[in-house]
């Protein structure tokens, strides 16, 4: 599907179909042109509504506002309703509230996330019928917003949009397909095709590392694991970048075993892992001015005779020993060694992990919104910022000086889980702190997207299974910290 910024009134363009959105139970606007038959269906305009009128050639969409999210939401649900239509080309019209450049950006999102359908396992398959959408740029006096511009935004709008198409498709796809040397070939893959550096240590490079965390999740697997390392190292960037991602192609929660009902679904789990290669696509693309590494640790937690076991004494990477008192809290031990490697080969400015790491934290927070953890308020308010700049749902999920206690042990430096049941999310984060270098404790942030990762159910503009969850709130953070004016190390 492709978008096209026109020059007219969006009377004045031929498509087979136009896109209408209703504001506030506002008909009075001088697109809304079917108000009888609007009055007869009882549309009502209120949000995600939808009244579709083939023989007007119409579809129109309840907003509850003009907020940018609103504006996606509306796009993908539209979109939704004619994708399968017989209808080769749509048309819509810029709203001009808060700023019409942003919208349009958020329009096209919206639009490419209402087309998105993971059926590449359907016998029978239904593609969108849709080609282009034609955009109307009227003759608004807003001096931003130029012809160069909208183009600029409906471009940016486009690769950050498909990058999180593209780890949708990676976290939908199951695990019989995707393992950690499956997820190693598409990195390498993907790098070639981006220009970027791409560096994959095998469990050998991963034994002289003495990574012995990662290793022990790893090593019950009939598949070996596999870091992956991708390094996009623009001219004079502004500063130097790790995000590090959690990779389980599968978590069967190793022989502390998840109940049945608790497997399906575990295919999710490498979500914090492709969210950084999907990260690291959209800031080449973009030129962010940032030198980046996307570090992921993939492997299955599964179960044998030689499964890592409750009671074990592994030693991560740093030297820490780590007493296990449940295999299910694996993931922890994963990122851990992967931290320790991103700050001593790398040396960054800012550490990021994401990770569908707690059950807790959907709890906490709910199904959709991701937690963010760390020591500098700062950092955790431009984070919270730029989520909610780009339609991503984040709340903090603060520290305290109690809860590290938690993590005690009595035979071993720290324990992979606490010994309360209650604040997992919070201790688990806690965990991964105390691999972080006290140097570098202000430079480190947490995002656990366990709710947002994998929702088996429609929601806003996303469709069931995987939602792409950290592209868009990462790459915007970026965007908000390094290239729009913003204050750098």
Not at 251 to 268: C, E, I
Request: net charge neutral; proline share 3%; charged share 30%.
């Amino acid at each position: 599907m492709k978008f096209e910024l026109i020059e007219k009134k969006l009377s004045d363009i031929d498509a087979d179909i136009e896109i209408v959105f209703v504001v506030d139970k506002n008909f009075d606007h001088k697109w809304v042109k079917d108000k009888d038959e609007l009055d007869i269906l009882n549309f009502k305009g209120e949000s995600e509504e939808i009244a579709f009128l083939p023989h007007q050639k119409r579809v129109y969409v309840g907003v509850k506002n003009l907020d940018h999210d609103e504006i996606r939401i509306a796009a993908a649900k539209a979109i939704k309703t004619i994708k399968n239509k017989k209808y080769k080309s749509a048309k819509a019209g810029v709203y001009i509230q808060n700023c019409p450049v942003t919208n349009i950006k958020a329009f096209v999102e919206g639009a490419i996330f209402g087309e998105y359908e993971f059926d590449k396992f359907k016998s029978k398959k239904e593609k969108s019928k849709l080609e282009i959408i034609y955009i109307a740029k009227e003759d608004y006096s807003d001096k931003n917003f130029t012809t160069k511009n909208a183009k600029k935004s409906i471009n940016e709008a486009i690769i950050v949009a498909e990058a999180t198409n593209f780890v949708k498709d990676l976290v939908n796809t199951p695990p019989n397909e995707i393992t950690p040397k499956a997820l190693a070939k598409i990195a390498k893959d993907m790098a070639k095709e981006e220009d970027i550096e791409c560096k994959i240590l095998d469990e050998k490079d991963l034994e002289k590392e003495n990574m012995g965390a990662f290793l022990a999740v790893a090593k019950a697997s009939s598949n070996p694991p596999r870091l992956i390392h991708l390094s996009y190292k623009p001219k004079n960037p502004k500063a130097k970048i790790a995000i590090v991602g959690k990779g389980l192609t599968y978590d069967s929660g190793g022989l502390s075993l998840k109940p049945s009902d608790y497997m399906v679904t575990m295919k999710s789990d490498k979500s914090g892992a492709c969210a950084v290669l999907g990260i690291i696509k959209a800031a080449k693309k973009l030129d962010i001015p940032v030198e980046i590494h996307a570090i992921a640790g993939a492997a299955e937690n599964m179960i044998g005779g030689n499964a890592y076991k409750p009671d074990d004494i592994l030693k991560a990477k740093n030297g820490k020993t780590i007493e296990v008192r449940n295999t299910d809290a694996e993931g922890r031990l994963v990122l851990a060694d992967c931290l320790c490697y991103a700050q001593e080969k790398i040396k960054p400015d800012y550490i990021l992990d994401l990770a569908t790491l707690t059950g807790a934290c959907v709890v906490a927070l709910g199904e959709y919104t991701t937690g963010v953890m760390g020591h500098n308020d700062e950092l955790k308010k431009s984070m919270l910022e730029a989520a909610k700049s780009s339609g991503e749902l984040a709340g903090e999920l603060p520290f305290n000086r109690y809860l590290p206690k938690l993590l005690e042990s009595k035979i071993a430096d720290i324990c992979n889980i606490s010994s309360s049941r209650y604040g997992g999310a919070i201790t688990a984060a806690l965990f991964l702190s105390e691999f972080i270098e006290e140097k570098n404790k202000d430079k480190w942030l947490h995002l656990d997207i366990a709710g947002p990762a994998y929702v088996e159910k429609e929601w806003g503009y996303n469709s069931f299974g995987a939602g792409g969850a950290g592209v868009r709130m990462v790459v915007k953070w970026l965007q908000k910290e390094f290239v729009f004016n913003k204050k750098h190390p």
